[in-house]
């Protein structure tokens, strides 16, 4: 199969669908003042952190219930106009863009904690809870929920993107930490899957179908996840080394010798100094690894040994403790707002953002060729890895106004692929496909899986009126 | 919703599809000695360990490659007859039985470790590999495959049904420890799924999709797998207590203190006093619990010391040891053959298996009373639990020439698997529903999340030739 990359449009394809006024006028009897029109909302729900800026949705429902979310499809069904979920806003890959324009259903106010079962390590969310609120919620049970991407994302976008972040080495993604599901088909009706069960294999796992699935096989309007007890001994560390190389070649073996490491993060020189700047830190500014380890006190000091031990043999500095949960607060709050560090140093920028994952082996072959392009390539970048898992993101931080910036950014991406592909990898570790890798996943899995999901898609949701436009053409 | 649980037959509906000469012929051009008629070797591929009994299917092909699979799955498409995996036999819900005739496709000669990648901890197999022969494959490498139900199951098999075993409770299930498939869908064109790294936002999850599909949506060609470092530190010993409630509540008690014990088994007295017939041992005959743990020699420690002081809380005797590797094994073979222990018990016996699994917290009610009602019907039975996982499994050994006792086993299973459902539970932890448990199902997950499979099934498969008749009807 010969795939062109370069088919991959530099700016997605608009076509928007008509919206009856029939269909806003039964919104509006339906949903009254949870219905907005308002230029202000809809543009406010037309956009996302990806680069890309099309025309916003039609309206704008906030959901208060299954039921609304029941409804709202029901009527857009009936009209064949796209419905698109939307949660904290915070997708990378323009999943919430209104490509063929419609109806945002905004499930913000969904954001109650319906039951902590902690006598079972489980939680049940709406699926507006952000991931912050969820562990503010659960605090006092002495039991957590690690899945964090940068952003304070909402559960139901973690869930429709199988988001992972810091933890995900130690602790999974959301494929490994929902249990069950609630979710609104393409007709409006409600459907269940999965128990608070640990395991099942009671048919086909429409949990871990619907996990990934970016809103375009339903929306989920209720999520139990696993939950895990809060460890008795965490330690937090930062690692410097004199080059990349080094910093990734000790993650390898980190992560060869099966330490069960909680977080094992990588920032460049250039990523710190970015970080530095926005979260008034002075950490220095080399290649530098962010380290966490859970379990009892013993547990943790062999731990920490064993990956001393090894980041000496890589020339590794000592390591820089977060002796407090507050310092280890402020390193984690660092690291997660790298992103917005990156967006900061260049005012006005846009970020295309890349997430690779190979197999830890190929860590080095797949980053540091990537990283050595960026520079060469002269266009400003950030550079962070959920290196423990083999995934890294540069982030181009383009003009959005020059056509040239996006074109060698784009190219610097294709590259960055195609190379991960070429080492067993992936085009999407944790963000998703959206609108932006449609090229890149059909290039990974081949035309044979892109027709399953198509067919799956087709069968599921006929009119494809559930975020349509995303993942893969029609 | 009210769907009735006593509308499961006792028997499976058998309807076969007629097979036309000109199939056959064509197999036999392609095939050659691969194909057999031969009504042994046909009755062969047309029983497992379910306690069913139909005609056996129309032809065998011993397929050694996936395009012999493709092969065979486009010619039987050709004439719309059905076909149906074969891996080791060793299904307890009667996924090989050819309830609408057509072709068993074996793939055990497909017996080939293809790639181990240590440096990654991933394997790559051929799908008729079993679990025993992979774990010797490996061994020189210092890792393992966890995943171990009772039978020496083929891993094709394990991702068919999505299986777990005696490890799941700290590895996780064929869920967690597959990363990519090859699959042969129901056209005969060759798909692949994933690729080896560790996670990935790669548009629909189809990996997941396929495991536990029970071979209705594809046929498995190539499976790659997670592999873990053998652990450092291993002990494995034996608990009694007074009584079987004492036993669960122990252990309800050391999940959730999230103590990473790698297994956690219970027999009941009756059944270790078939085991230790069976496997001549001498453990003592009350309810007892199996464990193993895992990790550094100080990791181990620190687990033990907590897990003995809760055994201790819950009146459990001393611990015994299983001091050497050689002891080790024989213990845990002897529960890996509780099963055919209690086959042994009652000569002639046929076994209906239940597989209920709650969440840890619901494990008490979900198993003592099941276990009173039982041993209040007469009939024979044995009990093991995953019980680290809430999952257990009730054997009833019946006299498969009795109906009235099918239908008092059946009565049985019923009552269990309706107040697993009520506790929160699942049907099925492992054994997958196949022919007995898609009235369960239903009620389990309801019409809508049913009726959502059957989509995609008539999405993949429209001329339902993928091993038809499990699951759900159509």
Chains 1, 2 share one sequence.
């Not at 997605?12 to 009254?32: D, N």
């Not at 969904?110 to 503010?136: S, W």
Request: glycine share 8%.
């Amino acid at each position: 199969m010969n795939v062109s990359l370069t088919s991959e449009p530099l700016r997605p394809v608009v076509q928007t669908r008509p919206v009856p006024p029939a269909l806003i006028e039964a919104l509006s009897q339906r949903f009254g003042k949870q219905l907005s029109l308002a230029q202000v909302v809809r543009e406010q729900h037309g956009r996302d952190e990806s680069s890309f800026s099309v025309p916003p949705p039609d309206a704008v429902v906030f959901a208060e219930s299954a039921q609304d979310v029941s409804d709202a499809v029901k009527l857009a069904a009936q009209y064949k106009v796209p419905v698109i979920p939307f949660g904290a806003g915070s997708s990378v890959e323009g999943h919430l863009l209104a490509v063929q324009g419609g109806i945002s259903i905004d499930v913000g106010r969904m954001n109650q904690v319906l039951a902590i079962h902690a006598e079972d390590l489980t939680v049940t969310v709406q699926p507006g809870v952000t991931r912050k609120a969820l562990n503010e919620a659960v605090k006092s049970t002495g039991l957590f929920f690690p899945i964090d991407p940068g952003a304070d994302a909402s559960i139901g976008g973690m869930c429709a993107t199988r988001a992972s972040g810091t933890n995900a080495v130690r602790y999974g993604t959301m494929r490994e930490n929902v249990l069950a599901l609630d979710v609104v088909t393409a007709s409006g009706e409600l459907i269940h899957t999965g128990t608070r069960a640990k395991k099942s294999s009671a048919g086909y796992d429409l949990t871990r179908l619907m996990v990934g699935s970016e809103g375009t096989l339903g929306i989920l309007t209720e999520i139990t996840l696993k939950l895990y007890p809060l460890p008795e001994a965490v330690m937090a560390a930062t690692c410097s080394f004199a080059s990349l190389a080094e910093a990734v070649n000790a993650t390898i073996q980190i992560i060869q010798m099966g330490v069960p490491i909680a977080r094992c993060e990588l920032l460049d020189a250039v990523t710190v100094r970015m970080v530095n700047t926005h979260s008034k830190l002075s950490l220095p500014e080399s290649a530098l690894l962010l380290m966490e380890f859970h379990g009892s006190p013993a547990g943790v000091q062999e731990q920490v040994e064993t990956v001393q031990a090894i980041a000496a043999e890589f020339g590794g500095d000592t390591f820089e403790w977060a002796h407090t949960p507050e310092e280890r607060t402020r390193l984690w709050t660092a690291r997660h707002n790298a992103y917005f560090a990156g967006v900061q140093s260049r005012p006005g920028c846009k970020v295309i953002s890349t997430d690779a994952c190979v197999p830890i082996s190929r860590l080095a072959d797949a980053l540091l060729d990537s990283v050595l392009e960026t520079q060469a390539s002269g266009i400003p970048y950030f550079m962070v890895g959920h290196v423990g898992d083999g995934n890294f993101h540069m982030g181009y931080l383009i003009d959005p106004n020059s056509p040239e910036e996006r074109a060698t950014a784009e190219q610097l991406n294709h590259q960055l692929v195609r190379r991960a592909l070429a080492l067993g990898g992936t085009c999407t570790g944790e963000h998703g496909v959206g609108l932006h890798k449609k090229g890149f996943l059909l290039e990974e899995t081949g035309v044979g899986a892109v027709a399953m999901m198509r067919a799956i898609k087709t069968a599921l949701d006929p009119d494809n009126i559930l975020n349509p436009g995303k993942i893969f053409e029609l």
